[in-house]
């Protein structure tokens, strides 16, 4: 072994990736941190929007996993967004592109869940 461990634990543990909205980011980092969980916030971009938005990396015990998902359930919201999509111009050859405006609907929350094989801290 090359390094030092200073706590390690295998299996039942999950990592939830989180990726929310930034007006739900601050409140819901606050009341994850309120109960307990670690929380580590990536400044991330939608590849649709083309706009911030906050993934959340947290690490949680497979007994808190439901707590967590519950708060993140809680603070996030579901917006509605405007995008600006390129269209091509009708009649046009040249790929002349005019941006047209679309509603999206945004969240709550997106949320992958991984089941986590070893965490160390060192
Ligand atoms: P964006 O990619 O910027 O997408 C923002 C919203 O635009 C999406 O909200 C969805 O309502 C809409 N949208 C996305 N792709 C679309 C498409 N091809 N046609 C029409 N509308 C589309 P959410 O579904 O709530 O996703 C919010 C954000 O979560 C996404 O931002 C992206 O950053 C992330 N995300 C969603 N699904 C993902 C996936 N499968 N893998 C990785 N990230 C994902």
Do not use: H, W
């Not at 739900?24 to 990536?42: A, C």
């Not at 679309?102 to 869940?113: K, L, P, Q, R």
């Amino acid at each position: 072994m090359k390094y030092k461990i200073l706590k390690k634990e295998v299996g039942f543990m999950k990592l939830i990736i989180a990726i929310v909205q930034d007006e739900d980011s601050s409140r819901l980092i606050s009341n994850l941190m309120n109960e307990g969980f670690g929380v580590t916030k990536l400044a991330t971009t939608g590849g649709f929007l083309r706009s911030g938005n906050t993934t959340l990396l947290v690490g949680v015990d497979d007994a808190k996993f439901d707590a967590a998902m519950a708060v993140i359930e809680k603070v996030c919201k579901s917006r509605k967004q405007i995008a600006t999509t390129p269209s091509p111009i009708s009649g046009s050859t040249g790929g002349v592109y005019a941006p047209y405006p679309i509603e999206v609907m945004v969240g709550g929350a997106t949320v992958f869940v991984l089941n986590v094989e070893q965490f160390i801290k060192m």
